[in-house]
């Protein structure tokens, strides 16, 4: 025997079970993204990797040391997406859609991969759904962003969940709070970790959100970004506030609240979740007006966010929340003897072309193993065909819940399944 192959370290398999989960999980958020006018943009899971290091910043985890890189057969370097923002910037940038769309509504749904240590909430591939706002400054757009996540979390059914929101200030007023971060920390540098030492001068914010116990112990006195915000900035700040008052979307100001990715100024939020252990952000963003111009655009204002699906499956799960469709109205159809093999197809085809979702096992020719196996699959009606009803161009319907069976003609299929499953042939004919 060969030797087995298996899945590569911190990825998974959406196996048939879950699958119907997901398909839910994507359709509430699709139709949530509809009820704010955005439309769907899909990018490459793969890009240049100067993308991510010009957008997401060279002094980030995720560039350092996360991002999977690999050259191409012509040396060019590319990067697997570690996140979905600063591609689709850059298609915004290359598609002129700020010329079409003002401001740009997007929505979008798809693997990301970060190489980091696998644990439950984190993997080397997993699935983010989000939104993108590009070509407006107005607060309110923030505001409605996050009111979207907030809509979307409570379509699912997610309970135990807080909004926090921060503003990380403009480039004119965040680098007077990273000075007076560099100020404070200098003073206990020699017991910060390696980490934050060397955040201490690149990217000073960044120590507020160390996990380092030691780190976050001096980080509660350190001087908080709401008393540096200069004026615009805290005035645009309040009328985020306002406008979310004004949603009726709950949520507390958190001065700490700066985000792991470069690209982001002004608003800055997290959605968490106290359901799972440590990685309990449900999702993430802000405002990020600087990145178009950055990547090679015209100067344009932005927002938006970004959540991890499996985390949200797994809060849903701790919830106690159901996302499998109990509505399931299909067909099995079961014959009896070989002869009838043909009538049996010709009928699931007859049944499908209503939109009637039908199974037919071709491989279990024994009527009593059909049954069977109808109930294990829990499909509500079982279409039975003999030879007798064959011969009378006819087959018999059980409704497995009740045991009413009722006998009807082929050429009932062409209009009394119009409105299945909410038809009323077992009202309607006389039931055995
Ligand atoms: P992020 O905070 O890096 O932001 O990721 C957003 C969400 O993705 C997190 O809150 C978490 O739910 C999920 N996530 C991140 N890493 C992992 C992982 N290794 N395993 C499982 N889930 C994970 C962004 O990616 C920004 N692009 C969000 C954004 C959009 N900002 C503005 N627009």
């Not at 700020?98 to 997993?126: H, N, S, T, V, W």
């Not at 927002?303 to 929340?321: C, H, N, P, Q, S």
Request: with cysteine.
């Amino acid at each position: 025997m060969s030797e087995k192959i298996n899945i590569p370290r911190g990825t998974f398999d959406i196996l048939p079970g879950e699958s119907s989960k997901w398909q839910k999980l994507l359709n509430i958020f699709c139709e949530t993204a509809n009820l704010y006018s955005y439309q769907e943009i899909v990018t490459p899971i793969f890009e240049s990797a100067h993308l991510f290091e010009r957008g997401v910043g060279e002094v980030t985890d995720i560039i350092e040391k996360e991002m999977y890189r690999f050259t191409d057969r012509k040396g060019r370097e590319f990067a697997l997406r570690p996140e979905g923002t600063a591609p689709i910037v850059r298609s915004f940038i290359e598609n002129h859609l700020g010329k079409e769309y003002a401001p740009a509504k997007l929505y979008y749904f798809g693997p990301m991969f970060r190489y980091d240590r696998p644990q439950k909430g984190r993997y080397r591939q997993f699935h983010q759904y989000g939104v993108e706002l590009i070509g407006s400054n107005n607060p309110y757009t923030d505001a409605e962003v996050i009111a979207l996540a907030d809509h979307f979390l409570k379509q699912i059914g997610i309970k135990n969940y807080t909004l926090e929101i921060n503003s990380i200030g403009c480039d004119k007023c965040s680098p007077v709070y990273d000075a007076a971060l560099i100020e404070y920390y200098s003073k206990h540098k020699d017991e910060l970790c390696g980490d934050c030492v060397k955040r201490l001068e690149k990217n000073p914010k960044r120590l507020l959100d160390c996990k380092n116990e030691k780190c976050q112990l001096i980080g509660k006195e350190a001087p908080s970004i709401l008393d540096y915000l200069d004026e615009d900035c805290a005035a645009a700040f309040e009328k985020v506030k306002y406008y979310l008052n004004l949603l009726k979307v709950d949520y507390i100001v958190n001065p700490r609240i700066i985000r792991g990715l470069d690209y982001y100024s002004n608003t800055a939020f997290e959605f968490l979740t106290t359901s799972l252990g440590s990685q309990n952000a449900l999702l993430g963003g802000g405002r990020y007006n600087g990145l178009v111009k950055q990547l090679g655009g015209v100067d344009t204002p932005a927002v938006g966010f970004a959540g991890g699906v499996e985390r949200l499956l797994a809060v849903a799960e701790a919830e106690g929340i159901s996302l499998v469709d109990s509505g399931n109205s299909g067909i099995y159809v079961a014959n009896i003897g070989a002869e009838t093999i043909d009538y049996a197809l010709a009928l699931c085809a007859e049944f499908r072309s209503k939109g009637i979702s039908v199974e037919y096992e071709i491989d279990k020719n024994n009527f009593k193993s059909q049954l069977k196996s109808a109930n294990r699959l829990n499909i509500p009606y079982v279409c039975i065909v003999g030879s007798e009803e064959m011969e009378g161009q006819r087959f018999t319907l059980k409704e497995m819940n009740s045991g009413k069976q009722v006998t009807l003609n082929r050429s009932d299929i062409g209009e009394k399944f119009n409105n299945w499953p909410k038809l009323s042939v077992f009202e309607a004919e006389q039931t055995c």
